[in-house]
């Protein structure tokens, strides 16, 4: 079976992605059983406060850490 989980840091910028589920993570940020945001990965830092990801439902800007587990999108 193929590994779809990356790290935020090995994502290439542009490329759009879910966090990955987390045990115990059902409310805020989508768990296994919620909807997940979905974001795209922007140059490292290029916000204000080190924002690397935008939102892409509503163009908010996020800080992702590099070691954060993420999915891919299409």
Known sequence: MEKNVLTFGELAEGSKFIGFPVDGDNSGHGGYKQPHNTF?????????NGEN????EDGALSHMPDAMEILPVQ
């Open 53 to 56: 990801a935008v939102r892409c």
């Open 40 to 48: 795209t990965k922007l140059k490292a830092s290029s916000g204000k």
